[in-house]
């Protein structure tokens, strides 16, 4: 069982930065890979960024490429979202989680997610 507990969300100004922090629990962390993905009202659940077990690989959405970095300390158990130039359509909910061990199917899809955490909110004002 992998508990995933998320951090760092809040109010900010358009163009301000923000820093998500998902720490979990267990001893398999460094072997799944770690996602977020963010959900707006009214919207579904979109892909935002991934970091692979495999070498540490990084997948980025278009829409947040150059402004968004994900990143993992293994030794921390924790994955991080640092978010730069945020804009109003930023806004949502943003969720880490956490596919199987050493599972190679799509980083994209919520289906294949074996652990998620509860979510915290950003809010980017314009």
């Known amino acids: 069982q992998v508990q995933l507990v998320e951090s760092g969300g809040g109010l900010v100004q358009a163009g301000g930065s923000l820093r998500l922090s998902c720490a979990a629990s267990g001893r398999t962390f460094s072997s799944r890979t770690m996602t977020w993905f963010r959900q707006a009202p009214g919207k579904e659940r979109e892909f935002v960024a991934a970091?692979?077990?495999?070498?540490?690989?990084?997948y980025y959405a278009d829409s947040v490429k150059g402004r968004f970095t994900i990143s993992k300390d293994n030794a921390k158990n924790t994955v991080y979202l640092q978010m730069n130039s945020l804009k109003p359509e930023d806004t949502a909910v943003y969720y880490c989680?956490?596919?199987?061990?050493?599972?190679?199917?799509?980083?994209?899809?919520?289906?294949?997610?074996?652990?998620w955490g509860q979510g915290t909110q950003v809010t980017v004002s314009s």
């Open positions: 989680a956490a596919q199987p061990e050493y599972y190679s199917g799509s980083y994209y899809y919520t289906n294949n997610y074996q652990y």
């Open positions: 970091i692979s077990w495999r070498g540490g690989r990084t």
